[in-house]
T-cell receptor, first 113, second 115 residues
Framework: DAKTTQPPSMDCAEGRAANLPCNHSTISGNEYVYWYRQIHSQGPQYIIH???NNETNEMASLIITEDRKSSTLILPHATLRDTAVYYCIVRVEWSSYGNKLVFGAGTILRVKS | SAVISQKPSRDICQRGTSLTIQCQVD?????MFWYRQQPGQSLTLIAT?????????ESGFVIDKFPISRPNLTFSTLTVSNMSPEDSSIYLC????????????FGSGTRLTVV
């Protein structure tokens, strides 16, 4: 079962910040939060990931609440090319071999001019 | 990061037949994953394949329907057997990618339509 809950869709004006929320209230202490996006007909593209602390890279920022039950992905200056489905994902322990990604339902972000 | 090639990129198949999808990686990886993405839906993990061992299937997926091979550290196949229109989906290969700090790279997928 998916461990994350996301709004099904959001709109954002071009040039403005896009803030995409995600709830993961059942996350365990050693489970990471990942964000990927998928543009139509392509494979998912990595954006950012984190465990406890806020993270920032050249694409986005990830804000994780102190209790780790929710997080927000921030695209600081959305462009039309950021229109995509954004997936909030929990990396869960699979076995002694390693971990696996459990995808949520995703949020369709539409950036409008 | 690792580069993944999936073949075929798309196919249209008759019901009752089988299709084998190939996933080739340009570097050696331990863990490979196969996902299904039904139309308009999110990705669902089918199975995890380690080289030298049998694949581990998620709940709702069985080896008879989705046999997987993992002959070496750069290659895997997924077969969709005895297909029905309900199998029409995008099938994606993913690898745990030690060359990156985030760990997971995806192929571009195989779009399967069963008629």
């Amino acid at each position: 079962d998916a461990k994350t809950t996301q709004p099904p869709s959001m709109d954002c004006a071009e040039g403005r910040a896009a803030n995409l929320p995600c709830n993961h209230s059942t996350i365990s202490g050693n489970e990471y939060v990942y964000w990927y996006r998928q543009i139509h007909s392509q494979g998912p593209q990595y954006i950012i990931h984190g465990l406890k602390n806020n993270e920032t890279n050249e694409m986005a920022s990830l804000i994780i609440t102190e209790d780790r039950k929710s997080s927000t992905l921030i695209l600081p200056h959305a462009t039309l090319r950021d229109t995509a489905v954004y997936y909030c994902i929990v990396r869960v322990e699979w076995s002694s071999y390693g971990n696996k990604l459990v995808f949520g339902a995703g949020t369709i972000l539409r950036v409008k001019s | 990061s690792a580069v993944i090639s999936q073949k075929p990129s798309r196919d249209i198949c008759q019901r009752g037949t089988s299709l084998t999808i190939q996933c080739q990686v340009d570097s050696q990886v331990t863990m490979m994953f196969w996902y299904r993405q039904q139309p308009g839906q999110s990705l669902t993990l089918i199975a995890t394949a380690n080289q030298g061992s049998e694949a581990t299937y998620e709940s709702g997926f069985v080896i008879d329907k989705f046999p997987i091979s993992r002959p070496n550290l750069t290659f895997s196949t997924l077969t969709v057997s005895n297909m029905s229109p309900e199998d029409s989906s995008i099938y994606l290969c993913s690898v745990e990618d030690p060359e990156t700090n985030y760990g997971y790279t995806f192929g571009s997928g195989t779009r399967l339509t069963v008629v």
